[in-house]
């Protein structure tokens, strides 16, 4: 899988009834460089990848909808609808009234005319107005769940995206957006991986019909500063037994989780790496080793939020976090 004929990943149906690439290519970094950031998606594009993640707050749509115009331009793909894209609703957008502003902005930076899948990107409302990540506290204002989800709803209606989904739902959020939703969400995209493995959320979208796609997927920055997936003593020895990357074994321990996987990286080698999952398998005491890791979220909610120089903590009863 993942050469540079361009190979196809295995897909996961939806409940929307529409199929998503297992694996797809997160497009956030800090600092973003458009021009750099094209390369790599041309290159992703060459290698394979066909679903690509991408959200108005990570400044990447613009370039992303380049690339894929180059791409169908010079043949890499035949057209656009060889691609899943998603993008997602930043929280100062998170009001009824804003929803279909802001998908049309999506697209329009995209260059494109519909969505395969349009994410509310954290159950949080803050002040309509500056694009500001991280989030200051006092500009958070109550969540109208309901009338958000009836205009993403509407999104879904108006032929603007073909699945509508949250990300960095818990159970809780879930089961309130459940009662009143007349399109079941089809995706729920939260932080996982081996050291994060959201076994009671996976469990319960399973029930659901909610297809979990992890981000994160190899960990990031820990809590003090290091990575829990990559320095995992754990996923070394099991790589180093297999012949493989610990990137690798974490991405197929996820692969076997049944969900889909946001992973990033911008370098032409990783990109390839990335995708060499697929034909080959864990072993039953490989996956009891790695249910052994310790649990640690890399991305608390208090990251996303800024006051007075300095992150802030926050009530949980205020803004909910991922369950483990």
């Known amino acids: 899988m993942g050469s540079e004929s361009g190979t196809e990943f295995p897909v996961l149906s939806l409940n929307s009834g529409h199929t998503m690439p297992v694996l797809g290519l997160g497009t956030f970094e800090f600092n973003f460089r458009p021009e750099k950031a094209k390369l790599a998606f041309l290159e992703a594009i060459k290698i394979g990848y066909r679903h690509f993640d991408s959200a108005s707050l990570y400044g990447s749509e613009g370039a992303l909808g ?19 894209i998603t993008s997602k609703l930043w929280c100062h957008d998170n009001h009824p009234d804003l929803v279909l502003p802001a998908i049309r902005s999506s697209l329009r930076n995209l260059k494109m005319e519909y969505l395969d899948l349009y994410l509310v990107h954290w159950p949080i409302h803050a002040k309509p107005g500056s694009l500001l990540f991280p989030m200051r506290k006092e500009d958070l204002i109550p969540f109208d769940l309901k009338g958000v989800w009836k205009a993403m709803e509407q999104c879904q209606s108006l032929g603007l995206v073909k699945s509508i989904g949250v990300s960095n739902f818990t159970t809780k959020r879930l089961n309130e957006m459940l009662t009143f939703a007349e399109i079941p969400p089809s995706v729920n995209q939260v932080e996982m991986h081996p050291a994060w493995r959201q076994e009671k959320l996976k469990e319960y979208c399973a029930i659901k019909g909610i297809n979990l796609t992890a981000y994160s997927s190899l960990g990031g920055k820990g809590s003090m500063g290091g990575n829990p997936v990559l320095a995992s003593g754990v996923l070394k020895e099991i790589a180093d037994a297999k012949g493989k990357t610990v990137a690798q074994i974490s991405l197929r321990w996820l692969y076997e989780q049944g969900v889909s996987i ?50 802030i903590s926050v009530d949980p009863q205020d803004i909910e976090i991922n369950e483990a």
Do not use: M
């Open 66 to 84: 380049e690339a894929i115009s180059e791409a169908v331009q010079t043949g890499l793909i035949g057209s656009r609808k060889e691609l899943f």
């Open 262 to 311: 946001v992973v990033k990286s911008f370098s032409k080698d990783r990109l390839a790496e990335n995708t060499e999952i697929f034909d080959w398998e864990l072993t039953p005491d490989e996956r009891q080793k790695i249910n052994t890791i310790p649990q640690e979220k890399v991305w608390p909610v208090e990251d996303i939020l800024y006051k007075e120089g300095s992150f």
